[in-house]
């Protein structure tokens, strides 16, 4: 009799539902939780006066504004540091100046490829700004003429001007899509 009724009952499976009414575990509290309260409309985002823009695209297009700022006011004035306060000649200084730019232009891929494998977009533009930075320092020391001798002029020079290179281009693709990022779809062109 008691072989019939084990083996009626089926076998214990993990994962099957208990159907029951009966709970392993007793509630440890019995009062009733009061329901939260609801949460508050969303806000739409500041606006910048006068339009229906975010105001963080001011933000953007002030720094923006400011990096190709730097960039491009370094860059004028490369070829001449080269020329007569490194004292390199036209062909080398006109070499490095193409490879700098050439440089330039091809680490938004490697940015793009940071921001979207490992860092994303807001830590890239973060630490990327900040390498570019050091950049600017670098190459500012590098023209003092009291630190050091011509090798160390050049050396600071180039490491800054590799760094500039980095930032510059790495932080081109993110700056690009979190300014698309701000706009909403009223914004949208027909």
């Given at each position: 009799?008691?072989?019939?009724?084990?083996?009626?009952?089926?076998?214990?499976?993990?994962?099957?539902?208990n159907e029951s009414k009966e709970t392993l575990f007793?509630?440890?509290?019995?009062?009733?939780?009061?329901?939260?309260?609801?949460?508050?409309?969303?806000?739409?985002?500041?606006?910048?006066?006068?339009?229906?823009?975010?105001?963080?695209?001011?933000?953007?297009?002030?720094?923006?504004?400011?990096?190709?700022?730097?960039?491009?006011?370094?860059?004028?004035?490369?070829?001449?540091?080269?020329?007569?306060?490194?004292?390199?000649?036209?062909?080398?200084?006109?070499?490095?100046?193409?490879?700098?730019?050439?440089?330039?232009?091809?680490?938004?891929?490697?940015?793009?490829?940071?921001?979207?494998s490992w860092l994303g977009k807001f830590k890239t533009?973060?630490?990327?700004?900040?390498?570019?930075?050091?950049?600017?320092?670098?190459?500012?020391?590098?023209?003092?003429?009291?630190?050091?001798?011509?090798?160390?002029?050049?050396?600071?020079?180039?490491?800054?001007?590799?760094?500039?290179?980095?930032?510059?281009?790495?932080?081109?693709?993110?700056?690009?899509?979190?300014?698309?990022d701000q706009f909403e779809e009223k914004h949208e062109?027909?």
């Amino acid at each position: 009799m008691l072989e019939e009724k084990e083996s009626k009952k089926p076998a214990m499976n993990p994962f099957q539902k208990n159907e029951s009414k009966e709970t392993l575990f007793s509630p440890v509290c019995t009062e009733e939780v009061p329901p939260r309260p609801p949460s508050p409309p969303k806000q739409s985002p500041p606006k910048i006066c006068g339009s229906s823009y975010p105001l963080s695209i001011a933000f953007i297009v002030v720094n923006e504004f400011c990096e190709r700022f730097s960039y491009y006011g370094m860059k004028a004035v490369l070829t001449l540091y080269f020329l007569y306060f490194l004292h390199w000649s036209e062909d080398t200084s006109t070499s490095v100046y193409h490879a700098f730019s050439s440089l330039c232009y091809f680490t938004p891929i490697l940015g793009a490829a940071i921001a979207d494998s490992w860092l994303g977009k807001f830590k890239t533009i973060i630490y990327l700004s900040l390498v570019y930075v050091l950049g600017h320092v670098l190459k500012s020391l590098g023209a003092i003429p009291i630190l050091g001798g011509k090798m160390a002029h050049t050396i600071l020079s180039l490491i800054g001007l590799s760094l500039i290179a980095l930032g510059t281009g790495g932080i081109k693709p993110c700056v690009a899509a979190f300014g698309g990022d701000q706009f909403e779809e009223k914004h949208e062109m027909c």
